[in-house]
């Protein structure tokens, strides 16, 4: 019983990782593209 309940301890830890890290990608891609269509705008 104590290996489940490690198991689904592990599995809240992962998804708070895994839901944490899909937040970070959906404001980091917008703040890439914006970054590179600022050089791109600097090199034209």
Known sequence: MGASNNAGNNMKAATATYEGF???IKVATPVIAVI???VMYLIA
């Open 36 to 38: 590179v269509l600022f």
């Open 22 to 24: 899909v937040g970070m």
